[in-house]
């Protein structure tokens, strides 16, 4: 009895020291971290005059990282301001033309008045009360000619107004900033180079979570799903290892041949879905660094078999 009590103790110290140590055999599926690169470009046209960016640089979002030349749009918003001023000082010209128009309708009013008055009394003729009539529907389209005038004159100020909207946004986008936060990967462009829109200014990534990438066989996929928690697993020294906490992110939902670089479980297992796992970095993961995962559900089902 004392012999078998022995032997189960023994057994579960292999299983503790098997799990501690966490030999490469004892993983579910391996793979190397990924980081989601975002490309930032320029927004603008012109001379680089100031790019304050450096490799492994630390940004937070919005953070202002340089400036784009804006001489030649500050040029061009001048000059459509001035367009607009010119466009407007000819409203004071048709109200005067308005206003002069109010009075010649007074006194043609007055002269019509007078003329229906000699009318009624045999004193006027039909053709002088038909010609002060004449005047005044003469008057009256000349009105409306010069209100015309001055609705075109509003709608010109109206496409100086957006294209000076326009100026003003292009030269906004010529103040560089980051979209997101995170820690710049590389330069790509450099101080008084010249840039225009579309241009990579830098790659900048979110360390703050990365992704490991492996792959597990088909046999494997049907007790892996999207939420999992999983153990991940990093190299912390030639023997050992580091246990961080994992979420299954992401499935493929295709198979595809086993890349050369890549283990299965299964050796003899041609076709594996990719599978992303999210894990938080702490400082420790590195682009790149291979890690390995453990699926407790895989683990609990190879306990019942």
Do not use: H
């Not at 529907?137 to 496409?159: E, N």
């Not at 999207?226 to 906490?245: A, H, M, P, S, W």
């Not at 479980?265 to 992303?276: I, M, P």
């Amino acid at each position: 009895m004392k012999t078998k009590i022995n032997g189960i103790l023994a057994f579960l110290m292999l299983i503790f020291l098997a799990s501690c140590g966490n030999d490469i055999d004892t993983a579910d599926a391996f793979g190397n971290f990924e980081v989601i690169k975002t490309i930032i470009s320029a927004e603008g046209n012109g001379k680089l005059l100031v790019f304050n960016a450096d490799e492994g640089q630390l940004v937070i979002k919005g953070e202002n990282m340089g400036q784009i030349d804006t001489l030649a749009l500050m040029l061009q918003k001048e000059t459509m301001l001035a367009q607009k001023r010119a466009t407007l000082s000819g409203l004071n010209d048709i109200d005067a033309q308005l206003d002069v128009l109010k009075q010649q309708k007074i006194n043609l009013q007055i002269n019509i008045d007078r003329i229906d008055r000699l009318y009624s009394a045999k004193a006027a003729t039909q053709k002088q009360v038909d010609d002060l009539q004449a005047q005044s529907d003469l008057l009256a389209k000349q009105k409306v000619a010069i209100q015309t005038q001055k609705i075109r004159l509003f709608d010109q100020v109206k496409v100086f107004d957006s294209q000076i909207d326009l100026i003003n946004l292009s030269i906004a986008n010529c103040s560089i900033k980051s979209p997101i936060g995170g820690r710049i990967l590389n330069i790509l462009s450099r101080e008084g180079e010249m840039v225009g829109v579309g241009k990579p200014l830098f790659s900048i990534a979110d360390l703050s979570t990365l992704d490991l990438k492996v792959y597990v066989s088909g046999n494997q996929l049907p007790s892996v799903n999207i939420g999992d928690e999983v153990e991940v697993y990093i190299d912390k020294n030639t023997e050992e290892n580091e246990q961080l906490q994992g979420v299954v992110s992401w499935i493929s939902e295709t198979a595809e041949f086993t890349p050369k670089t890549i283990q299965t479980k299964e050796e003899r297992v041609n076709l594996v879905y990719a599978v992303k796992i999210q894990v938080k970095n702490d400082g420790r993961i590195k682009a790149g660094m291979p890690g390995e995962v453990v699926f407790p559900k895989l683990l609990l089902k190879d306990t019942e078999d």
